[in-house]
């Protein structure tokens, strides 16, 4: 199943020395646009790395009585 991605890839050309800031966009997001950003490279992340959507671990801890 192919998620559809959010944010769209966006193709500028500009000379060497005069690329425009990444900082300067960010700071015209808001903070919830960020943060949704930020989580969907987290969860591209975690699909690459392990082929899989990654989830809690059980711990179990047996105790002697």
């Keep these: 199943m ?3 991605r959010k944010i769209q890839p966006v ?3 500009s000379r060497i020395g005069e690329e425009p800031s ?5 700071r015209t997001q808001t903070p919830q646009a960020r ?13 690459w ?3 899989a ?3 809690l671990q059980r711990v179990y801890r047996i105790v002697e009585r």
Excluded at 22 to 26: E, G, H, K
């Design 49 to 51: 790395k392990h082929g």
């Design 11 to 13: 193709l500028t050309i």
């Design 22 to 26: 990444d900082t300067a966009y960010w």
């Design 35 to 47: 943060v949704a950003a930020l989580e969907e490279i987290r969860r591209e992340y975690h699909g």
């Design 53 to 55: 959507e990654p989830r």
């Design 2 to 4: 192919k998620r559809r």
